[in-house]
T-cell receptor, first 113, second 110 residues
Framework: DTEVTQTPKHLVMGMTNKKSLKCEQHMGHRAMYWYKQKAKKPPELMFVYSYEKLSINESVPSRFSPECPNSSLLNLHLHALQPEDSALYLC????????????FGPGTRLTVT | QKEVEQNSGPLSVPEGAIASLNCTYSDRGSQSFFWYRQYSGKSPELIMSIYSNGDKEDGRFTAQLNKASQYVSLLIRDSQPSDSATYLCAVPPGGNQFYFGTGTRLTVIP
């Protein structure tokens, strides 16, 4: 089973709202990732958690706040977003960090109004 | 920034033909190489992993790796309309980084 789940599938939020994206995997993977993908562009790495510790923050604005409550869960808290933050947000997991293969969830389509 | 580049598309092939997708990378230290398929509006799906020089075959897909020349390619034999998608090459440079190429959009014409 290589399933990564993400909720919600779609989210529309205003610029003053606070919302959260959720990601879950039960494959025993120890690394989890958040990506942002705009139309016709490749996924762009945002954050990496390895063994539940934040390993990489790719200079992401503070209006995006990741959280890894345990090895199976990954959240992305959103606050005061801008319309240009509208995108597909993808979560992925891999057995470990480094050069291991990643498995992606279905994504959350976010629209900021 | 470690670069991963893919041949610019879009690429169109007739049904039953071989589709050839190429990827070059800049970090000589990279040890693992991946091909993902992404249908429009969907998330990337891992279709091939390759770690050593040479060819790796999986059904109609063959990945080829040449570390000396720093390229990795994906061949799709007997292309089907269902293969129409964007193909992303991924080359982790080390640490926990993970970089994708720009992607090549493939259209298989019935």
């Amino acid at each position: 089973d290589t399933e990564v789940t993400q909720t919600p599938k779609h989210l529309v939020m205003g610029m003053t709202n606070k919302k959260s994206l959720k990601c879950e995997q039960h494959m025993g993977h120890r690394a989890m990732y958040w990506y942002k993908q705009k139309a016709k562009k490749p996924p762009e790495l945002m954050f990496v958690y390895s063994y539940e510790k934040l390993s990489i923050n790719e200079s992401v604005p503070s209006r995006f706040s990741p959280e890894c409550p345990n090895s199976s869960l990954l959240n992305l808290h959103l606050h005061a977003l801008q319309p240009e933050d509208s995108a597909l947000y993808l979560c992925a997991s891999s057995p470990q960090g480094g050069g291991y293969e990643q498995y992606f969830g279905p994504g959350t389509r976010l629209t900021v109004t | 920034q470690k670069e991963v580049e893919q041949n610019s598309g879009p690429l169109s092939v007739p049904e039953g033909a071989i589709a050839s997708l190429n990827c070059t990378y800049s970090d000589r230290g990279s040890q693992s190489f991946f091909w993902y398929r992404q249908y429009s509006g969907k998330s990337p799906e891992l279709i091939m992993s390759i770690y050593s020089n040479g060819d790796k075959e999986d059904g109609r897909f063959t990945a080829q790796l040449n570390k000396a020349s720093q390229y990795v390619s994906l061949l799709i034999r007997d292309s089907q309309p269902s293969d129409s998608a964007t193909y992303l090459c991924a080359v982790p440079p080390g640490g926990n980084q993970f970089y994708f190429g720009t992607g090549t959009r493939l259209t298989v014409i019935p």
